[in-house]
């Protein structure tokens, strides 16, 4: 079984920065991409991040410009830089493992998540 450990998410005022880290451990299918959605009260997880193991990236439009998604292949962790935060940034926070169809990661194993509170 694949784990997902997320760390880093905590509160900041908007145009503050935070770093999510997301630390793979255990065995599971063989992912070739990882990446980040999050989910806001009342609303949809969504899509925000993700790269593949040739470190191609992919931004959800609302992130692009403000959030870089980075790895470390050998320590199996993903990071989500997040700059210039703003209150519509608010939201759980979710890692994921996946299968890349069609250029875009499919999920196939989630972390728990960690909360990240961006106050005006």
């Known amino acids: 079984q694949l784990q997902l450990k997320e760390s880093g998410g905590g509160s900041v005022e908007s145009g503050g920065s935070l770093k999510l880290s997301c630390v793979a451990s255990?065995?599971?299918?063989?992912?070739?991409?990882m990446g980040w959605f999050r989910q806001a009260p009342g609303k949809e997880r969504e899509r925000v991040a993700a790269?593949?193991?040739?470190?191609?990236?992919a931004y959800a439009d609302s992130v692009k410009g403000r959030f870089t998604i980075s790895q470390d292949t050998a320590e199996k962790t993903v990071y989500l830089q997040m700059n210039d935060l703003n209150t519509e940034d608010t939201a759980i926070y979710y890692c994921?493992?996946?299968?890349?169809?069609?250029?875009?990661?499919?999920?196939?194993?989630w972390g728990q998540g960690t909360q990240v509170t961006v106050s005006s």
């Open positions: 790269i593949d193991r040739n470190d191609e990236t």
């Open positions: 994921m493992a996946g299968i890349s169809v069609e250029g875009r990661c499919a999920p196939g194993y």
């Open positions: 255990g065995y599971g299918f063989s992912s070739n991409c």
